[in-house]
């Protein structure tokens, strides 16, 4: 489960509370990825995040664009 540290909320269509921003951690979770595979894409740039103070954080909406981008040749139709 996310952790509680996310005190920043939207509401979403259905009513329900979700972060706008996330930790490591968290986007680690919610991406199915490693930490260190979020600190090492983040570090060179392919990640977009925000930092506050010294705390590296993700804006859900960002890290939902970044996986669309991520396999471009999936969005093209299978069948011709």
Do not use: C
Not at 5 to 12: A, G, L, Q, R, W
Not at 34 to 47: D, M
Not at 51 to 57: A, W
Request: aromatic share 8%.
């Amino acid at each position: 489960p996310m952790s509680e540290e996310v005190h920043s909320y939207k509401i979403n269509p259905f009513g329900k509370r979700e972060p706008i921003l996330v930790s490591v951690n968290d986007a680690a979770h919610l991406l199915n990825l490693s930490k260190s595979y979020i600190y090492r894409e983040t570090r060179a740039g392919n990640i977009p995040h925000v930092k506050i103070g010294s705390r590296v954080l993700f804006r859900v909406a960002d890290l939902d664009e970044w996986i669309e981008t991520q396999n471009p040749a999936s969005q093209e139709p299978r069948y011709a």
